[in-house]
C-alpha cells in the first residue's frame, strides 16, 4: 500500500461522513451547495467592491463597514431574489461548469454508493 493512501485512510476515511457527499442530507440551509465556491466569490466581492484599498483595518472599522455597506446591500438582493424581482443570471461558462459540476458529483454518489 503507497504512502497516499496509508494518509487516506488515517486521516479522512474515518471521517467519511464529514465530507463525502455520500453522507450528506440535503437540507434548506445549505441549498444543495456542496463547495466554497460562493464563500470565495463573496469574499473576494467584499475584498474588491467593499473593502477597496483597506487591507488591514482594525475590526472596527471592519464591523462598520459590513454593517453601514455590506449588509444593506446583502439584504436587498435577498429581498429582490425572493420575490423574483432580480433574475439569477450566469454567462454560458457558469452554466457550463454547473453541468460539469453536476455531471462529476452525480458520478461521484454513483460511486461512493458502490463502495459501500
Known sequence: MGALQEYFDREYYPKKKKWSNAWRQVSNFRCGINTNNYVESWHRT???AYLGKLKRQ??????????DNVLPDVMADHVQARLELQAIVSNQAESTRRDIASNIEGKFNIICSLLL
Open 46 to 48: 467584499l475584498k474588491e
Open 58 to 67: 482594525r475590526a472596527d472599522v471592519l464591523v462598520h463597514i459590513l454593517w
